[in-house]
């Protein structure tokens, strides 16, 4: 979802129940998305990647759908659990191949027993 | 999996000193590594790149003669904070670019307290 200001959007699920997290990029040129995610206090740890020559790709309970046409990407978690619970960020590399990334402005994911 | 470790973890200092924060790479070479910043509920920021034996380059707006930067090893990187000051309190993150295959991995971030 989009963020307005400083505060992180936030996405309330039920366990068991299907995560969709949606993020806009900024720079039609990069080549490269990853997902991570962010427990409180901690740095942020890699969940899935896609590159620009691809529209989806299918991980362990997670999928990254890219939309190069209108720059928005996604990220769906299936059968959410409670240790989902974290800060979402997807990033760009938005200069190819450098490994120099630009990170979005997360989506707060809280599963509920 | 690779091991990006960042040192230390936590750190209070007082305003006007200068605090260093080390980036290692335990297992693998590392030419690039990159430096970010995080405000609490807030997203990640670059700050800057670190270059192996050359200087770092920043990102505008960030001062670089107050967030010094020496990347003297493979698989070592510092950010040393100068003057520091309350409103440099922050989550301090760096991730390093594996040498070989390009691959990226982050650290579990150090957070700075400034009194």
């Known amino acids: 979802g989009e963020s307005v200001g400083l505060h992180l959007p936030t996405l309330s699920v039920q366990e068991g129940d299907n995560s969709i997290i949606n993020c806009a990029y900024s720079?039609?040129?990069?080549?490269?998305f990853i997902w991570y995610k962010q427990e409180s206090g901690k740095g942020p740890q890699f969940i899935i990647d896609i590159r620009s020559n691809m529209d989806k790709r299918q991980g362990q309970r997670v999928t990254v759908l890219l939309n190069k046409t209108v720059k928005h990407l996604s990220l769906q978690i299936a059968a959410t659990q409670p240790g989902d619970s974290a800060v979402y960020f997807c990033?760009?590399?938005?200069?190819?191949?450098?490994?120099?990334?630009?990170f979005g402005q997360g989506t707060t994911l809280q599963v509920k027993p | 999996g690779a091991v990006v470790s960042q040192h230390p973890s936590r750190v209070i200092c007082k305003s006007g000193t200068s605090v260093k924060i080390e980036c290692r790479s335990l297992?693998?070479?590392?030419?690039?590594m990159f430096w970010y910043r995080q405000f609490p509920k807030q997203s990640l920021m670059l700050m800057a790149t670190?270059?192996?034996?050359?200087?770092?380059?920043?990102e505008q707006g960030v001062e670089k003669d107050k967030f010094l930067i020496n990347h003297a090893s493979l698989t070592l990187s510092t950010l040393t904070v100068t003057s520091a000051h309350p409103e440099d309190s922050s989550f301090y993150i760096c991730?390093?670019?594996?040498?070989?295959?390009?691959?990226?991995?982050f650290g579990e971030g150090s957070r700075l307290t400034v009194l």
């Open positions: 720079n039609s040129a990069s080549d490269y």
């Open positions: 670190s270059n192996e034996g050359s200087k770092a380059t920043y």
């Open positions: 297992d693998f070479q590392a030419t690039t």
């Open positions: 991730s390093a670019r594996e040498v070989y295959t390009g691959e990226l991995f």
């Open positions: 990033a760009e590399n938005s200069v190819v191949n450098t490994g120099k990334l630009i």
